[in-house]
Each structure stands twice: as structure tokens, then as C-alpha cells.
């Protein structure tokens, strides 16, 4: 389902599906991807609304896709041998994301 979060960063209400929940001492902290933005954010509960009528209609203009066949892979440095390869990873490094939304630009 898609709701209405307030970005803090983008200082706007955005349309956005919860993609998880923490429990904090404050309160709920919900992670959301901003289905508008292609942007994932932290937002607390107290910042969500449920959407209304005709604008849950409105296509999103962002999906989340993967890349076809494409794993991650990273650098291991093992110190005591002195050496370095590149080997699989669990998650994309920062690095990488960063380049690879440099090459997209």
C-alpha cells in the first residue's frame, strides 16, 4: 500500500511505500522507498498519512528494478598476506552505488 511520508530531506510530502519498522524510545522510525523519487528515507510515524482517493490511482514514477545477472562484488584486503582481489559480496558499497548513479547521469 502507499502512503504519504514528510521527507525531511526533501522538505516535501512524498508518496512512499514502508519497507520496514524500528521501534524506537520516541516512537516508530519507518524506512520507505519514495516511489517518486526512487529514494529510500527514514520517517517517523508521525510524519505518515494514508492516501486518498484519486491520488493512489497516479502511476508511480519510479520502480525498483535490479540489474539482470549483475552481483555485487568488493575488494578483500587480507593484510597478512599483503595482497587484494576482488571477490563476491552480500551488498553493493557505497562506492559503487555512487558510481554507478554518476555513469547513469
Not at 6 to 21: H, Q, Y
Not at 47 to 54: D, E, P, Q, S, T
Request: proline share 3%; glycine share 4%.
Amino acid at each position: 500500500q502507499v502512503y504519504v511520508v514528510f521527507s525531511e530531506e526533501l522538505k516535501c510530502w512524498c508518496r512512499a511505500l514502508v519497507v520496514s519498522v524500528r521501534c524506537q524510545a520516541d516512537g516508530y522510525q519507518l524506512g520507505c522507498f519514495l516511489v517518486d523519487y526512487a529514494k529510500y528515507c527514514s520517517v517517523a510515524s508521525k510524519n505518515i498519512r494514508v492516501l486518498a482517493g484519486a491520488f493512489a490511482k497516479i502511476p508511480h514514477r519510479a520502480k525498483k528494478c535490479r540489474l539482470h545477472c549483475t552481483k555485487p562484488l568488493t575488494l578483500h584486503i587480507d593484510y597478512c598476506e599483503n595482497m587484494a582481489k576482488i571477490g563476491p559480496a552480500k551488498r553493493w558499497d557505497a562506492a559503487a552505488v555512487q558510481h554507478f548513479r554518476k555513469l547513469l547521469e
